[in-house]
């Protein structure tokens, strides 16, 4: 069952000049999101918590800053949802675990600090698999509810991908903006390691983002470096850099291709689209390399089958504070699959931890060679599109490297299997975001969309 | 007036073949910890919270693994105190601020669930300035009650040092574990950035430690690798690595003697005391060289009084959230240090961030090419003894410099000005911290007590 329909609004910040002149205000946007979610959101579970009338309240604020000619940002008054691992003080925060039913925090963590700031409107907590790790939350689908969204992002990627938000936040350690952004027809970014501060975000892991999933770049652009601007990221990191407008398109000199250890395990429909849209970028006078062409690539991809294994062990180290702690809580209440990651934390030693971190340090150094010779790198965001079943929120394969990289990542709702969407991944260098969002301003108007 | 005397007990892991035999238990050491409490805590106020009853029957558990031949670890038993920025789950965890005044952590932090594990008892937490930062909360020093403990560590140093306890827990981000353990007379800790897992401690800076203020060299040695074993060290980071006793004492070769731009205001006891440890080690056959002798000395010193503007700048940023946060919760109960502090943070800019992030990374080149040199740095821990009032922590000039080099350092209580005690500062290298360890037990060895 397909319930989704087109999304029935333009890209948030396209609405500005109508806010200014008062032809529409950010209540009324508000109001056709709230519609939508009344609609969809019983049968796509993509929240956690809603509050409405605080979301009016505040959007009625924002329409009054924007007819007073005093918006605090360009995403003044959008709705955004939060995934419900990142804190808030007016709304509770569950972590996708049971053991934090009660939970209240005290505090706004840092992106959401931001965003409301920038007067954006928290319309509510999205769903989030435990701990933003693998166990599912029972958020469907919205192209097919037979369907997972993909995870641990669900309910951020199932409420932008049926239009009830323009935007939501999400966060990245293996493929939890990536993977879901694919599987919902969404756009995803994951920014650079450290671009977003992460502050009050049960999201430790040292390869972690606090990252935007939204229906459009620009939006995504703008919810980003909103944050960046007001909270910065990560201590000791160089925040999200970058124009105050969506950067405007740059057209790519050459682009990777990555196949990676995904490929052999691609659906034929997936493999076919990824060379569709890479021949929709030679004929835009692109130069398309891979593996066959250069050494440098060929590297690259021997060690992408090392990305999840190397991913995995420094999660399973960095997880064993706060695991142990949250299971000596109430250990009856983990999920067997979080009980059997505990198991296998308790094995780990520090030097194999620390042999897992050179590792990666290692595969980074391969990674940054292709810089003299892409702009960037395409791939797939999954080997085809969301699977059946709520069970499992699906292979991270494809969106690992771009986990394990450090490095910025976007999707982009262009490919498709079997009539349901997949994401056409783009994958930047260390510090590019700009740069990688000019790109793909670039490459959305070059690849034509799948669906 | 001093009111302390020499500490009445041998370092709690000496005393592990008499918990063994039986001759002594754990209680029997925790029992004359609460005696030496009950008589000085009115005066000193070291502590924000006690649980005595809890610490009883905690140690009562640690005397039965010991009689059973089964203890966690060799400081099994040992009574630890906790800077009150670090959460506990059976403890208020107040910060030091009236805003935090009803707050109640879900969680044990990293540091304390492993000290927790490994068998250590908690008795209380102990006082820190607000947020760790810079305005005192009354502690006062016990070797004269009209003088400053020092700071932000300032309950942990003072109970430490007037043998209330063996070990407490501490965190520094400019000079809050070494300048109050030089003012206090303990043996302070601060690991390589990164050695020790600072998760659920509101410890957010970038060049943040937590650390171990102690009376013993062995006991700071064994409750950090308490920790490091079974909590790791930050996420990204090799945790602390080394012997399960304490390391063996090594003998420097070369010891490279840094003025530092502290040097200038120095009084003329502490400087006579830096350089009769200096004579010390040069009579003992060791080599002490200085900027005078070695250029990358004379252009590390020459760099440091940059060490203090940088990592201001850098905190500041850092701060922007959470403080804001705070501020908005409740703007009054912030100190007016607080207050100006946040005001300095919000002429920031992102790019005087990066700015010193990058002089940051050079500094700490500067300071690397001494490993060429030198074994370690040795250094005043401040100016000159504690000062008079309660109102400041002290100068940190001589602090901040181990602080922005993310390397180890150790003080040791060798040093004295006007009959009060003073710092003897090791400057070690990243990640070798063992053998910063085993080379202050050298000179532990060889520079005479002041005192």
Redesign the interface.
Known sequence: MMTRSAPTMAPYHENTAAFRDGTRTPRDFLEACIERITELEPSVGAFVSLDLDAARAASDQSSARWAAGTPASQIDGMPVGIKDIIET?DLPTKMGSPIFEQ?RP???S?SV??LREAGAVVVGKTVTTEFAATQPRGTRNPWDLARTPGGSSSGSAASVGCGMLPAALGTQVVGSIIRPSGFCGVVGFKPSLGAL?R??SLD????SCTGVLAASLGDAWLTARAI?????GD??Y??L?GPDAPPAPRRPTCVALLRTDGWPIATSDAKAELLRAAEALRAAGINVISADDTPDIAALEAALPEAEPVTRTINA??W???L???GR?DHAALSPSIQERMEAMARLT?DD??RA?QRREEIRTLHARLLAHADCAISLTAPGAAPVGLGSTGNPIFVVPGSLLGVPVVTLPKLADGGLPLGLQLIGYRGRDADLFALAAAIEQIVPGAY
Do not use: I, K, T
């Open positions: 003080a939970y005290w505090f706004d840092a600090s931001a501060n502050g009050g430790l892991l040292s390869q960046a601007e007001r909270v910065g201590p000791g160089a925040p850099a180290w960095e064993r504070w706060p142990n702690v949250f809580r520090a931890y620390v971190l």
